[in-house]
T-cell receptor, first 115, second 112 residues
Framework: ETGVTQTPRHLVMGMTNKKSLKCEQH?????MYWYKQSAKKPLELMFV???????ENNSVPSRFSPECPNSSHLFLHLHTLQPEDSALYLC??????????????FGDGTRLSIL | DQQVKQNSPSLSVQEGRISILNCDYT??????FLWYKKYPAEGPTFLIS?????DKNEDGRFTVFLNKSAKHLSLHIVPSQPGDSAVYFC???????????FGTGTSLTVIP
């Protein structure tokens, strides 16, 4: 496998459920990201991990809990979500910016629907 | 407040003609800019980038222009093809940070 793989592609859950989104990258990158994309809004950065250490948490509610066990895997644990959390959740990876700037590479996303 | 703006939600162009997608930004510290293309049910795919030390970068049919004084960048696609029909996002970042700021996207339709 190559690139950035996200599972599941679609998820429907109730507000009291607990579920997890998974992301895996096969690009040898050392930074991983979670984004939220809602309709008519720009991609919103949620979390950043550099060398599996969290470096950014953009005021994300605690009902979203990220986990990065290594530089290739990233999880987003979900619990007690609200209907407004329904969105496309995108994972991305990149090299940590240094002297050479490089783009982020995205997975195909998980379409999340909260009932 | 959005730091990267794409003011045209949609654009239609005839096949073979030029497509011009625009993007404006407010943060003068941004020094790296990218364009992504997104098909339905897929994630954004990196298309082309430009650093602030340049004002133009070309890759095949795709050219990105950067006007730093106007805080404006544009993506030119020549000639446009039906397979170019997608949503195009511009993004920007600053310094050595790995936070990218995205626009809301422009949906391009290339009419055969």
């Amino acid at each position: 496998e190559t690139g950035v793989t996200q599972t599941p592609r679609h998820l429907v859950m109730g507000m009291t459920n607990k579920k997890s989104l998974k992301c895996e990258q096969h690009l040898g990158h050392n930074a991983m990201y979670w984004y939220k994309q809602s309709a008519k809004k720009p991609l919103e950065l949620m979390f950043v991990y550099n060398f599996k250490e969290q470096t950014e948490n953009n005021s994300v509610p605690s009902r979203f809990s990220p986990e990065c066990p290594n530089s290739s895997h990233l999880f987003l644990h979900l619990h007690t979500l609200q209907p407004e959390d329904s969105a496309l959740y995108l994972c991305a990876s990149s090299q940590i910016p240094g002297t050479v700037r490089q783009p982020q590479h995205f997975g195909d996303g998980t379409r999340l629907s909260i009932l | 407040d959005q730091q990267v703006k794409q003011n045209s939600p949609s654009l239609s162009v005839q096949e073979g003609r030029i497509s011009i997608l625009n993007c404006d930004y407010t943060n003068s510290m941004f020094d790296y800019f990218l364009w992504y293309k997104k098909y339905p049910a897929e994630g954004p795919t990196f298309l082309i980038s430009i650093s602030s030390i340049k004002d133009k970068n070309e890759d095949g049919r795709f050219t990105v222009f950067l006007n730093k004084s106007a805080k404006h960048l544009s993506l030119h696609i020549v000639p446009s093809q039906p397979g170019d029909s997608a949503v195009y996002f511009c993004a920007a970042s600053e310094g050595t940070g790995n936070q990218f700021y995205f626009g809301t996207g422009t949906s391009l339709t290339v009419i055969p």
